[in-house]
């Protein structure tokens, strides 16, 4: 099935036309700013945006960074606070005129990295770290997952929350060395490992590309390796989630 994914950050948006029974990009990914402040309505218009960009008017998934719970979004530690209470799924099918399905970022990440990526067929237990302007967590056992763990939110032992001390939005502002902002990495991921026990852990991000700089400064017992698909499983996991959330609603 082809679906336009569309993976929102804090920072961009990014997104393309996804082939769902591979993972496939079938059109260029596209990026735009994500508008400040990230309001409801603004963010709203940015989407019309890019519906447009991509010409589409078929089904539409959408990976948001907040905790969303069934259409409601219950966080917004990287978009503007009144997000927390809105039915985002209505909101966003209302101001955008199409049926939009939308989730977490980490988890629809998790997803196209559990069925085509670095957790494909694996049946233990598999954290899935996203790493941009937030720390994003998807947790996957028996590859079922847990939905909107919010993981990056834990306080690690020197007393920082782990998205305020590890994310890649930290590594540029304070403009750490690779190595200095790896062992940053290293005490979040020792700290998930100590709580979760994970067999495997698969970083996706901008930061996923760039593992081999970092990777000797991880001591985690779980190997750590990189999203197959990168920064692009958001926008592919997007896709998958509203074709899981089509064949759902069709009774299938
Ligand atoms: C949000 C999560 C999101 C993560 C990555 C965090 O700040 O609370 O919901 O998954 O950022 O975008």
């Known amino acids: 099935m082809e679906i336009l994914g569309i993976d929102v950050g804090g920072t961009g948006i990014k997104s393309a036309i996804v082939e769902t029974a591979t993972g496939e990009l079938l059109d260029e990914k596209h990026r735009i700013a994500t508008p400040r402040p990230a309001t409801p309505k603004a963010v709203a218009r940015a989407l019309g945006e890019v519906l447009r ?23 917004a530690a990287n978009v503007d606070k009144s997000f ?12 955008t005129g199409r049926r939009v399905f939308i989730a977490n970022d980490a988890d629809v990440a998790g997803l196209a ?3 085509f990526g670095a957790g494909k067929g694996h049946a233990g237990v598999v954290l899935i770290i996203t790493i941009g302007t937030g720390l994003g967590t998807a947790l996957f056992s028996g590859g079922h997952l847990l939905p909107n763990t919010e993981l990056g939110h834990v306080f690690l032992e020197n007393g ?10 930290v590594r540029v502002t304070k403009k750490l ?21 994970p067999d495997l852990i698969i970083l ?9 700089k970092f990777s000797p400064t991880l001591t985690t017992k ?18 998958l989630f509203a074709e899981e959330s089509l064949r759902k609603a069709a009774g299938a």
């Not at 960009?53 to 966080?75: D, E, K, L, S």
């Open 160 to 169: 920082q929350e782990a998205e305020r001390y590890a994310s890649e939005a």
């Open 53 to 75: 960009h991509h010409g589409w008017n078929g089904p539409v998934g959408i990976g948001f960074p907040a905790a969303i719970q069934h259409g409601v979004a219950r966080t």
């Open 177 to 197: 060395k690779w190595k200095d902002w790896g062992e940053r990495l290293n005490l979040y991921l020792r700290t998930m490992e100590g709580l979760l026990w």
């Open 222 to 239: 779980a190997p750590v390796v990189a999203a197959g698909f990168l920064n692009r499983a958001g926008i592919v996991g997007a896709a």
């Open 84 to 95: 927390i209470g809105l039915p985002i799924t209505d909101y966003f099918s209302r101001e």
């Open 113 to 115: 990295e559990m069925r």
């Open 204 to 212: 996706g991000g901008g930061v996923s590309e760039k593992l081999n």
